[in-house]
């Protein structure tokens, strides 16, 4: 593996020095193993005295400690920690309880910031034998445990998991919000670089869930509604209210198709590049600022107002700009008759974007994947991961009353009439 690679990757990923331990990094990986072995001491004796009231036939109290089980050492971004956890025991003949680490759970080996880790170097072009030079820059020397043939099995355990995952019943499931990107990668083997097609939606308390990840030819239409229809066939029959993606006119072909009572609700931050793109870089800030007065504004004819100033400004000079912004406006404000506390939501695909903000759009391809199958389920893998960290949506209280067809006007509810 290149050394400047290594270093590259170092910087970008945790800018840790490359090499030896400092005495600080020292200090906190000792500070981090003594607080995660105290953290792990609590959670056993809690669960015993939780159940200090069960006793045995002796009149013995059941739930006891037992010494310890054998030392493990857990991989994480400070290096590897050694922790011991404490052996719980019940003495009943029958109807015992088992205790389960939820701080430490059961054959876990690695911190789950470092399988997000692996997808993530996997997706920037590193191979598979360079696995364990590249996690010893960014982990230290502690990472080699990490072996290529170790990082082999657990490839092929998501490839499986993954599979399984694509085939899971979906029956009573419902996403009131949809997003929709396609994210293009490289394959080492192919000419052409591979576009996923991803989506993800809003259930109706509010949480985000990753719904689909598959392997499409471009964003056609024809990709995604072979994607719409699979998740017709397994069960996604209720229509969202809003779907938002960028301007591929493949997706939303297949949307009117297959849900054609879902509304469209384009990008904002695809569709601001696009027109900015059209215009001299010396007057980009000023096109930014017209067109985020746009999008913020409190009312959709206040909107509407700052979009025909804009086009009356510049359509004379900037023809293809206002020509861009001009032929999606039917599907540009259609976040005003949702809840206000759902517009920053509904105005982007962010979401997804920046789960995959710094993997994608690849141009080299000898430095791309290694084979669609594997781009796949890396692609797969770094989205689960990013997906722990997706937030509710504001006013998730404000989802039942769109589910119930509550009409609102300007993101506040119209109480004199009903969709």
């Known amino acids: 593996m290149d050394k400047d690679n290594v270093v590259r990757i170092e910087t970008q990923a945790l800018a840790v020095a490359h ?6 990094e020292e200090l906190l990986c000792q500070g981090a193993q003594r607080m995660l072995q105290q953290a792990i001491e609590n959670e056993v004796q809690e669960f015993i005295e939780a159940h200090a009231s069960v006793r045995t036939k002796h009149d013995r109290q059941a739930v006891v400690g037992n010494g310890s089980l054998p030392a493990r050492k ?3 971004g400070l290096g590897t920690l050694k922790v011991q956890q404490l052996r719980v025991r019940d003495l009943r003949e029958a109807g015992k309880v088992v205790f389960t680490s939820n701080i430490l759970p059961r054959y876990m080996r690695r911190v ?13 072009g590193i191979s598979t034998g360079d696995f ?4 010893a820059a960014i982990l230290g020397p502690n990472a080699a445990g990490l072996s290529a043939s170790n990082i082999v099995r657990l490839k092929e355990g998501w490839e499986a998991e993954y599979e399984q995952w ?31 097609l991803v989506l993800m939606g809003a259930l109706p308390d509010g949480t985000k869930e990753l719904l689909a990840v598959i392997d499409g030819e471009r964003e056609s239409k024809l990709s995604w509604l072979d994607l719409l229809r699979v998740l017709k066939a397994r069960g996604l029959t209720e ?22 009572t879902t509304r469209a609700q384009r990008c904002w931050v695809h569709k601001a590049a696009n027109v900015l793109d059209k215009f001299p870089k010396t007057l980009q800030p000023t096109a930014k600022d017209k067109i985020h007065q746009m999008y913020l504004a409190p009312t959709k004819v206040a909107a509407l107002k700052s979009f025909d100033a804009f086009i009356s400004l510049c359509d004379a000079k900037y023809p293809k700009a206002c020509e861009c912004l001009r032929k999606d406006a039917d599907v540009l404000f259609t976040f005003y008759d949702f809840p206000a506390a759902h517009w920053q939501h509904l105005r982007t695909t962010n979401p997804i974007e920046s789960t995959f903000a710094t993997v994608r759009l690849r141009t080299e391809r000898t430095k791309g994947c290694g084979s669609r199958k594997a ?10 991961a990013a997906a722990k960290g997706w937030r509710r ?25 009903v969709a």
């Open 19 to 24: 090499g030896s331990r400092s005495a600080l």
């Open 375 to 384: 781009t796949l389920t890396m692609v797969w893998q770094l989205a689960r």
């Open 166 to 196: 694509t085939g899971r019943d979906l029956v009573g499931k419902r996403y009131v919000y949809l997003w929709a990107d396609g994210i293009y990668f490289n394959v080492r083997l192919e000419d052409q670089r591979r576009c996923i």
């Open 239 to 260: 229509p969202a209210a809003v779907a938002v993606g960028d301007g591929g006119l493949g997706f939303w072909a297949a949307l009117a198709e297959e849900y054609p």
């Open 74 to 76: 857990i991989l994480t």
């Open 112 to 124: 789950p910031s470092i399988d997000a880790l692996i997808p993530a170097l996997y997706l920037h």
């Open 132 to 135: 364990t030079e590249a996690l």
């Open 393 to 417: 949506l504001n006013g998730s209280e404000l989802i039942s009353k769109v589910i119930e067809g509550v009409v609102f006007v300007d993101g506040e509810e119209n109480k004199t009439e």
